[in-house]
């Protein structure tokens, strides 16, 4: 499926129908099987998407997802389909820690299924540069599609699904970092004698 059409499909209902149109850069796929022909790479593509079923079936709690700002951004709010900078940690509710990427934060597109399902609805509306806490019910510590391009979640480890887990997530930049220009030297003029 072209990208442009997979985030077309974000926040759509069951049954629902809705018209997109697809820049050429949103064009790809990851399936080596998918071709497009030459022409049609440099067109607006538009589509129309009948969604008839949801799988799998999105994860059930009889706790809610709690999401607390600790901290305000001043940026950009997310939404789905953005690339995010995040430092995500998270512990068991006895104050096991299972994970930090404070080091190294993770970077990855929101609605991708590439994160555990708590963590990616735990951001919804967040603002850049914001900080959250996340207490994410049983149900809810695996990416929501496990079969997609991207691969598994991008957590080294694995969560356990039977547990209330707490995630502190620090929402560092929306979208690509722009390149630094590194400053051309001025030369020292030569003084003559």
Known sequence: MPQGVDLGLIGMQQGGIRKITVPPPMLFTSHANANLSPAVKDQLMAA???LRELSPAL????????????????????????????????WKTDGTQLFSSDKQP?????????????IEQGMKQMMEEGERIVIIPPGYSKPLIADVSSGPSLLPVTLPDNEILVAKIQLLHIGDYPVKKSPVPTPTPVQKQ
Not at 60 to 80: E, M, W, Y
Not at 106 to 118: D, N, R
Request: aromatic fraction near 8%; charged fraction near 10%.
């Open 59 to 90: 994860p059930s709690s009889s706790l809610p997802l709690r999401a607390i700002n600790t901290v305000f951004g001043d940026g950009k709010q997310v939404a789905c389909g953005d690339k995010v900078y995040a430092s995500v940690s998270l």
């Open 106 to 118: 993770l970077v990855f597109t929101l609605g991708q299924s590439q994160m555990p399902y708590g």
């Open 48 to 50: 129309k998407i009948s």
